[in-house]
Nanobody, 127 residues
Framework: QLVESGGGLVQPGGSLRLSCAVS????????IGWFREAPGKEREGISC????????YYHNSVKGRFTISRDNAKNAVYLEMNGLIAEDTAVYYCAAAYESCTIAFMNEDLYYGLGYWGKGAPVTVSS
């Protein structure tokens, strides 16, 4: 089970930290990805972190503003979001998959295939 938290309303330029709490399986065996689904748009993968070597991937739209991290002892993954803009408004999901993340590529199909998803956390960026 994956459960997201930390979403909410924030002003442009502000920051939020999303958490993904994992239970029922060991985090150190899975890569974890963050996805978002904006109103009227398809769900897209924006970041992931590898369980094997800690490699981090970022979509160009969030590179330099978002940071992903994991704490295997707490079985949790985090997404630190800074410099938020209106275009970041979306429901944010975390998901788990095997060997799905490298520094250069996030294999979104593997997350959909395994089916380990949270229910999402809404983030609204607005003044």
């Amino acid at each position: 089970q994956l459960v997201e938290s930390g979403g909410g309303l924030v002003q442009p330029g502000g920051s939020l930290r999303l958490s993904c709490a994992v239970s029922g399986f060991s985090l150190d065996k899975f890569d974890i990805g963050w996805f978002r689904e904006a109103p009227g748009k398809e769900r897209e993968g924006i970041s992931c972190i590898s369980s094997r070597d800690g490699s981090e991937y970022y979509h160009n739209s969030v590179k330099g503003r978002f940071t992903i991290s994991r704490d295997n002892a707490k079985n949790a993954v985090y997404l630190e979001m800074n410099g938020l803009i209106a275009e970041d408004t979306a429901v944010y999901y975390c998901a788990a998959a095997y060997e799905s993340c490298t520094i250069a590529f996030m294999n979104e199909d593997l997350y959909y295939g395994l089916g380990y998803w949270g229910k999402g956390a809404p983030v609204t960026v607005s003044s």
